[in-house]
């Protein structure tokens, strides 16, 4: 018994599956040669925009600001439920404060500089945890060594330890493994390359030209201190402000970095008109940079001295020496 149809006597039939190959195949081509032009324009883009950085170099952008520590507070917003007389319940959201980022930069001799970042959240009452990472670099930032490890701060002091995470050199980097130069891994990374410390100078940049670009960015592994890779992000101008009170040339506004292959937003650095970074945002913790008497002073046991300029100050170089950042000049001022 038969349907009444004959399926092989239909040339349309026939003609279907070969024609929806050939227009899937298409398709597939027309996807990898956009996504493969995208790359590559992005990458050229963020070769023009390193390339401009480099022209003018770390020197005036690390001068200004030589010696002063910026301190970040890291805090996550929290939900919880209360009640009213009424026994009707809602939900209060609060922002906690889970720890805090500090950062410096700093002229050495011979047109070399360096940054150093110290990373600590809270894991007991009186006790924080984190990493570190620093850099050396010279004014185009194609050759430095790169640090970093694991970072204990306590009522009794700091406890450093770490050691070589990379090596930059131009067109590469080689990943040290436990601290171990010779067991590295060599990355080809172009003219697209980011150093670490470098995204808020770039950011600026970015800003007054309202572009966007797919960068080579060390990556810091935040579970295994001391520990790093190259990833590939993308970084655009999301939102410009219309302030024009700044100095000629630079904007207000905010840069996203993205993950672009799904496009998930990794990290959104808020700007003043100055090019400071005043908000960071990645994940659920925002960074909001903090005046000095509002620092950690209290979380690790040091409320009770005065003043707290010269205890924070005293901290911070605690830091340092033990990280063998070792500056030319002792930084005695904070933003």
């Given at each position: ?212 670009g797919l960068f080579n960015l060390l990556g810091f592994d935040a579970d295994q201190p001391g520990h790093a890779d190259i ?87 605690d830091i340092m020496n033990r990280s063998g950042f070792l500056p030319a000049e002792d930084p005695t001022e904070s933003e």
């Open positions: 018994m038969t349907n009444g149809y004959d399926n092989s006597a239909s040339p349309h039939r026939k003609l279907l599956a070969p024609a929806m190959a050939l227009l899937l195949a298409v398709f597939c081509g027309l996807a990898w040669w956009y996504a493969h032009a995208a790359t590559a324009a992005g990458r050229k883009a963020a070769a023009e925009i390193i390339a401009n950085v480099r022209d003018r170099g770390l020197e005036p952008y690390v001068t200004p600001r030589h010696g002063q520590v910026r301190w970040y507070r890291r805090s996550m917003t929290v939900q919880q439920r209360v009640s009213d007389r009424m026994g009707r319940i809602g939900v209060l959201e609060q922002s906690v404060t889970i720890g805090w980022r500090a950062e410096i930069m700093v002229s050495y001799p011979h047109d070399e500089f360096g940054w150093l970042e110290a990373v600590f959240d809270q894991s007991a009452p009186s006790s924080y945890e984190g990493q570190w990472h620093r850099w050396r670099l010279n004014n185009e930032m194609t050759s430095g060594s790169v640090f970093g490890g694991s970072l204990l701060v306590g009522p009794d002091g700091v406890v450093v330890t770490g050691g070589l995470i990379a090596e930059i050199r131009p067109g590469s980097v080689s990943l040290a493994r436990n601290g171990d130069s010779e067991a590295a891994k060599q990355v080809d990374t172009g003219d697209s390359f980011l150093p670490p410390g470098i995204l808020s100078m770039v950011g600026s940049v970015m800003l007054a030209k309202e572009s966007a990833e590939r992000l993308a970084v655009g101008v999301e939102r410009l402000s219309h302030d024009r009170s700044g100095p000629p040339g630079e904007k207000e506004g905010t840069i996203t970095v993205f993950d672009p292959g799904s496009g998930m937003a990794m990290r959104r650095i808020h700007f003043n008109a100055a090019g400071t970074p005043l908000v960071v945002e990645h994940g659920e913790v925002t960074e909001t940079i903090t005046p000095v008497h509002t620092g950690p002073l209290a979380a690790i046991g040091l409320a009770g001295l005065t003043p707290p300029s010269q205890v924070q100050r005293a901290f911070w170089i």
